[in-house]
């Protein structure tokens, strides 16, 4: 049974929701409503999205099992011998030039 919140106290539900909502970011909860103005084209955009993270999911998952150590994108790019400051904002782009 969820635990009732008093004045000043955040209950179980609204803890989760907010550690969520941190995690995920804003976007994911703002976006609907800026594209509900271009209608059917916006849920083609979302699928569209979707599918590429169903699909970035595998390779990313295949590098964590390859490579196991932290950093993420940024790790996998320096291990294939980048040792210079990034070229890019995000080491995301040099992630697909891995073999």
Known sequence: MPEKAGPGRLGLTMATALVVGNMIGSGVFLLPRTLAKYGPTSIAGWGFTA?????????????????????????????????????????????????
């Open 51 to 99: 599918a590429g993270a169903v699909l970035l999911a595998p390779v990313f998952a295949r590098l964590g099992r390859t490579y196991p150590r932290t950093g993420g994108p940024y790790a996998y790019a320096r291990r294939h011998g980048d040792r210079g400051p990034p070229s890019r904002p995000s080491p995301y782009g040099r992630v697909g030039g891995l073999r």
